[in-house]
């Protein structure tokens, strides 16, 4: 099963910038990369910060973007992001509670949307109406499950990135810890970074994101750090014995080589072994 992970694609005015980028070319270039090469996959997450600023327009315009798509496109919000003005354009993303979660039926298991959207704050929640939700489906759900968040449920340990991760983790990792066996993956964003551990001894990982890129300063106390690294998206092969994410920098402009060897025909050293 193969499975696509875009994260903080920020859209925003059309010819406006974020980091000296244009993050509405950039998520189109993302989307075209993925025609070009990953047609093939089941479904695409993406996993929050979707309008830089919760703006309608931007979620009409994303809308009329994922309608052109041969593949279903599967939401989370993120903190930039405004849940009313996402569901005024999105309104069969809300749950029963009002949340932007959902289960959506795989051809291997189940994924789960994650809202871990606040009000007024960058950092994410997981209130007790969340993980009940969250606990119940674990129940009903056979497994394997994959689970889809905008914020990170573990500390990345630099100061200013872990005031805004989610405040709720000691919660979260209760609810996940009960129903690890079910739980494939954790696929997360939000600091546009390439991230990768364990929670509750469940795997998750995020890459960077389709625009901005974030930079690890260990040392940062106060503003978090930006790089001009490489626009990306994960793509995921998920599998009843294994899950195999790769991030694949589309935005990368060098040259992609083959790797040359002395005699191509043993590179791997198979033929010179028989
Ligand atoms: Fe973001
Ligand atoms: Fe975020």
């Known amino acids: 099963?193969?499975?696509?992970?875009?994260?903080?694609?920020?859209?925003?005015t059309p010819?406006?910038?974020?980091?000296?980028?244009?993050?509405?070319?950039?998520?189109?270039?993302?989307?075209?990369?993925?025609?070009?090469?990953?047609?093939?996959?089941?479904?695409?997450?993406?996993?929050?910060?979707?309008?830089d600023w919760g703006e309608r327009d931007d979620y009409l315009r994303l809308r009329e973007t994922l309608n052109g798509l041969p593949m279903p496109v599967h939401l989370c919000i993120g903190n930039h992001d405004d849940r009313?003005?996402?569901?005024?354009?999105?309104?069969?993303?809300a749950d029963d509670g009002g949340f932007v979660q959902d289960v959506i039926p795989l051809s291997l298991g189940h994924a789960i949307t994650l809202d871990t959207w606040?009000?007024?704050?960058?950092?994410?929640?997981?209130?007790?109406?969340?993980?009940?939700?969250?606990?119940?489906?674990?129940?009903t759900l056979p497994g394997p499950v994959w689970l889809f968040m905008h914020h990170n449920p573990?500390?990345?340990?630099?100061?200013p990135m872990d005031e805004i991760m989610l405040l709720d983790a000691d919660r979260f990792q209760r609810c996940v810890a009960l129903k690890k066996d079910k739980i494939y993956h954790v696929f997360h964003g939000h600091y546009h970074l390439p991230l990768s551990g364990s929670v509750s001894g469940i795997p998750f990982s995020a890459p960077r994101g389709t625009n901005h890129a974030g930079w690890p300063?260990?040392?940062?106390?106060?503003?978090?750090?930006?790089?001009?690294?490489?626009?990306?998206?994960?793509?995921?092969?998920?599998?009843?014995?294994?899950?195999?994410?790769?991030?694949?920098?589309?935005?990368?402009?060098?040259?992609?080589r083959s790797e040359e060897s002395p005699d191509c025909a043993s590179w791997n050293k198979l033929t010179m072994a028989r």
């Open 118 to 139: 606040g009000p007024d704050t960058h950092a994410g929640h997981f209130c007790e109406t969340r993980a009940a939700w969250l606990d119940s489906q674990l129940n």
């Open 1 to 12: 099963m193969k499975l696509l992970q875009l994260t903080d694609i920020h859209l925003t």
């Open 154 to 159: 573990v500390p990345l340990r630099i100061a």
């Open 217 to 256: 300063d260990f040392s940062a106390t106060r503003l978090l750090s930006a790089a001009d690294l490489t626009e990306a998206y994960s793509v995921i092969f998920a599998e009843p014995s294994y899950t195999m994410v790769h991030m694949v920098e589309f935005g990368y402009r060098g040259d992609v």
């Open 84 to 93: 009313s003005t996402f569901l005024s354009v999105f309104p069969e993303c």
């Open 15 to 51: 010819g406006n910038t974020i980091g000296g980028r244009d993050p509405n070319a950039n998520f189109r270039r993302a989307l075209d990369h993925i025609l070009m090469l990953h047609d093939d996959a089941e479904a695409i997450f993406i996993t929050g910060d979707l309008s």
